[in-house]
């Protein structure tokens, strides 16, 4: 335990995804099993407990000390896991601490009850750490900001494989994971990937240069689509079992039983998860109202009914087919629909062009209907085959332009890691009037990337010379019509929010340009976001 | 009768003793003054007369430049001096070289002034020494249940661990310049780390006064003389506020650590960009603090600064009457 709880320690301060990688990694190579599959069980959400509810804990802990004192603590620390744990006044007599995985054992197999007895005598037996990963355990959710996808790269870091490799097995396997770590550490086979609709790894594109790629590329040679503004999916149906998986391979069936009840193929397709209402399109928020929940309720699947918009096909009724030419998966992707129509997939159609220019102009102005959603458009090579990873070549994704605003900094952040010695998160506005009539800076957006390292020494200095005020980490910065920094912020998107106060919210906002030449005064209006956002709506 | 009120009581400029007529720590200039210690709220220049431990004067010429008072007279651990009436012995606190307890000493009454004291092993400075007192008057910087200390050796053993995973980053400490820095290099060389230490421009001075008072820190080098590769792999001490300052850039990917009692809390060390928290502090946690007051069993129990309440309420709890000063002007540990 203790070493599984310096672990997550360690990852819930660590920012860097480099660092955290060693972490999860040297701590799989130097932990035996089964404590390092739990442990990875734990950090990929395969292995979630709900033993102990905070109500039980708090009352065991009144049990020993005095409330006033706990509550005390609970007002400073603001977190019930690490208060219980750093205040947990310990009997002694319990002096060997727990192995993760006689904890997991115990928390599968034991009832209630038994659990609740357990957690005293494991808490007094732990070091605060130790607590604290404990009842992380045991409460759900470990939130130390290690993606299920991180893990599984660290986990095939350690065996120096691609992370592909090991998602394509990964639904096949089960916790604790000897049998991977058998296979990573050259021990044994690598166990079969045979499952009943087990996941494929995602084939994915590149980002399209057009000043350079299209005077390499010949347009016969590439099939174009839309590219939609939901998320990809890969949705597979074989021998009774059906499955819906994100791109990183992470099961969200539970969350999408619309959609896969709807499933009518054998096999697995390609596709872009969408809010579908009548065979069209909703923007993202739509979607979003979806996403992230462990379960869907019949109001919310009326609301925001889920779909999904199919692109490619990777297994047609057993025959894996990611090895034929995509002109091919194409035919028997539409054929399959055809054959086994779906009333929640439909087929993403293809969009006919001759010349590279000709479709340069489909992409800026994309006619009526749902490729006005569209983020852009997709080129596929015909002859491509369906290949896990970024293959460099044979397929793009070409971008609509982003939107752009030039909009006023007003308050700056400390980075992390790397950046913890520069303010490097920053938030801008746009001028908007005051109830008095004066014209004032309103907040729509943050954004820490878009700039060079250099640019980036430039506005921390502009930062520190212009401060206003200091809050903590943050800092508010000289803002006003004649004195200030703008930034030209491009984004991919913009949608109403009751969360801002200025009532709109961007999508992957990032500082496009710094504008040093340009005078606060002189930046824009929220009503030139608004007018952005009517347009976007009235499609 | 004679009230232990009598002999000392707050006043805004410190705790102020009436039949001796001196301050014990003021935070304005006074014309008599007993130092407990050299941290900065503590130890102030501008005073008339200052009576310390030789340790504590030295620290402060050091700081404040040998005409910090206009008279300094030392006072050696064990040894009495009289102001007036009252008899005033310093005994070893524990919390940074030279650190002592004021103990006053008037008509058959004894209170002792702790300043700021820790009970665990520093290999910088002699221990905590407790004295028998109708009044003891405690601080309580990390007076809460949630302040409970590890073993310093486990956390000089994680960040050794961290520089041995992370071979290519420096690991930067921010570490308070005057005890906790020289502590942990201290620290670092009992867990057998015999390279060179990088030190921050700030610590110099300071480490060169420990030496001098025999405490070994082994090889330290400024941290200004190497390329930027050359730090990997390598530790470095700063004072906490220069690990988020522009000067921290001269390090490859620094690991930022942090040396501090308030580590113990996840929420202040991400709001300061922490990384690597190390839980070393020079106070006492909240163990140390009740078995402290325990051990002693004063007549009563007076709280100079930290959160009093907390352990007011133990005291209560426990048969000790006790009572808040609520001094002003001492800062928390590392909360610049």
């Given amino acids: ?539 | 009768m004679i009230r232990p009120q009598d002999l000392l009581c707050p006043r805004p400029e410190g705790l102020y003793c009436a039949p001796g007529d001196f301050y014990i720590d003021p935070v304005q200039p006074v014309a008599r003054a007993v130092i407990t210690h050299g941290h900065a709220d503590h130890a102030r220049p501008g005073h008339g007369a200052v009576l310390a431990t030789p340790e504590t004067l030295a620290i402060m010429g050091e700081r404040y430049g040998a005409d910090f008072a206009e008279a300094a007279e030392p006072c050696a651990y064990g040894q009495t001096i009289a102001r007036d009436d009252v008899q005033v012995t310093l005994v070893p606190a524990g919390h940074v070289l030279g650190s002592a307890q004021a103990v006053v000493r008037w008509k058959g009454l004894t209170l002792v002034v702790s300043g700021d004291y820790k009970r665990r092993r520093d290999p910088t400075c002699p221990p905590f020494e407790p004295v028998p007192c109708d009044v003891f008057i405690s601080e309580a910087t990390f007076g809460l249940p949630v302040f409970r200390h590890p073993d310093d050796a486990g956390e000089i053993a994680r960040l050794l661990r961290s520089v041995a995973q992370f071979p290519e980053r420096a690991h930067l400490v921010g570490a308070y310049a005057l005890g906790k820095a020289q502590r942990i290099i201290r620290l670092l060389r009992e867990a057998g780390w015999d390279k060179t230490i990088h030190v921050h421009g700030a610590l110099e001075r300071l480490n060169r006064l420990y030496g001098e008072h025999g405490v070994d820190l082994g090889p330290l080098e400024p941290a200004t003389t190497a390329r930027k590769q050359d730090f990997a792999g390598a530790i470095i001490i700063a004072p906490p506020s220069a690990t988020a300052d522009r000067w921290a850039r001269r390090f490859p990917d620094p690991v930022t650590a942090f040396a501090s009692g308030w580590m113990q809390v996840r929420a202040r060390a991400r709001q300061r960009g922490v990384e690597l928290p190390l839980v070393i502090s020079d106070h006492a946690d909240w163990d140390e603090l009740t078995a402290t007051v325990d051990e002693i069993r004063p007549g009563e129990l007076w709280i100079t600064h930290g959160r009093e309440e907390a352990l007011a309420r133990w005291a209560e709890l426990h048969d000790i009457p006790a009572r808040a000063l609520a001094l002003v002007g001492y800062e928390e540990e590392d909360d610049d």
């Fill in chain 1, 1 to 539: 335990m203790r070493a599984f709880a310096e672990l997550l320690d360690r990852l819930s301060l660590t920012a860097s995804r480099n660092a955290k990688l060693t972490l999860v990694r040297d701590y799989l190579a130097q932990t035996p099993d089964p404590d390092r599959g739990w442990a990875l069980a734990a950090l990929t959400g395969e292995l979630t407990f709900n033993a102990a509810k905070p109500a039980f804990i708090r009352k065991a802990v009144e049990a020993r000390m005095d409330p006033l004192l706990f509550r005390w603590s609970y007002d400073y620390v603001g977190d019930l896991a690490e208060t219980v744990a750093l205040v947990w006044p310990q009997r002694p007599g319990a002096n060997r601490e727990p192995e993760l995985s006689e904890v997991v054992d115990a928390l599968r197999g034991a009832t209630r009850a038994e659990v609740q007895r357990l957690i005293e005598t494991w808490l007094d037996a732990l070091q605060p750490t130790g607590r604290w990963a404990l009842l992380k355990l045991m409460t759900g959710g470990l939130r130390v900001g290690v993606s299920s996808r991180l893990a599984k790269q660290a986990t095939a870091d350690l065996g120096g494989v691609e992370v592909a490799q090991v998602e394509e097995v990964w639904h096949a396997l089960h916790p604790p994971y000897e049998d991977l770590f058998a296979w990573l550490e050259g021990r044994s086979e690598r166990p079969s990937p045979d499952a009943p609709a087990r996941f494929r790894p995602v084939m994915l594109a590149q980002a399209l240069d057009d000043a350079v790629d299209f005077a390499k590329l010949d347009p016969a040679d590439y099939a174009a689509e839309w590219k939609w503004d939901g998320i990809r999916v890969q949705a597979a149906n074989e021998a009774g079992v059906r499955r819906l998986y994100t791109r990183n391979g992470e099961d969200i069936s539970h969350a999408f039983p619309d959609v896969l009840e709807a499933v009518a193929f054998e096999g697995a397709i390609d596709g872009e998860l969408l809010v579908l209402r009548d065979g069209r399109v909703a923007p993202f928020a739509d979607l979003q109202q979806r996403l992230n929940r462990k379960t869907a309720d019949a109001k919310l699947m009326a609301a925001h009914p889920a779909g999904i918009r199919a692109y490619d096909l990777l297994s047609d009724a057993g025959e894996d087919v990611r090895t034929l030419d995509f002109s091919e998966r194409r035919k028997r992707l539409e054929a399959m629909l055809q054959r086994s129509p779906s009333p929640r997939v439909d087929l993403s159609p293809m969009q006919p062009f001759d010349t590279w220019a000709e479709l340069a102009a489909l992409r800026a102005d994309p006619p009526a209907g749902d490729a006005q959603l569209a983020e852009g458009v997709m080129l596929k090579r015909w002859t491509s085959i369906y290949e896990a990873g970024r293959p460099k070549g044979p397929w793009f994704k070409w971008k609509r332009d982003p939107m752009l605003v030039d909009a006023v900094l007003m308050y700056a952040q400390r980075g992390h890691g790397k950046r913890s010695s520069f303010y490097s998160d920053y938030t801008f506005g746009v001028w908007t009037t005051g109830p008095d009539g004066a014209r004032l800076l309103t907040p729509v957006g943050k954004a820490y990337f878009g700039f060079t390292d250099e640019e980036l020494k430039q506005i921390d200095k502009f930062v520190r010379d212009n401060t206003i005020e200091r809050f903590g980490p943050v800092r508010s910065v000289r803002a006003e019509p004649h004195a200030g920094l703008v930034f030209e912020v491009a984004f991919e998107g913009l949608q109403r929010s009751t969360r801002h106060k200025s009532g709109v919210a961007m999508r992957f906002p990032r500082i496009n340009r710094i504008r040093w030449d340009k005078p606060p005064g002189e930046a824009d209006e929220l009503t030139a976001l608004e007018t952005m956002l009517q347009k976007l709506e009235g499609r």
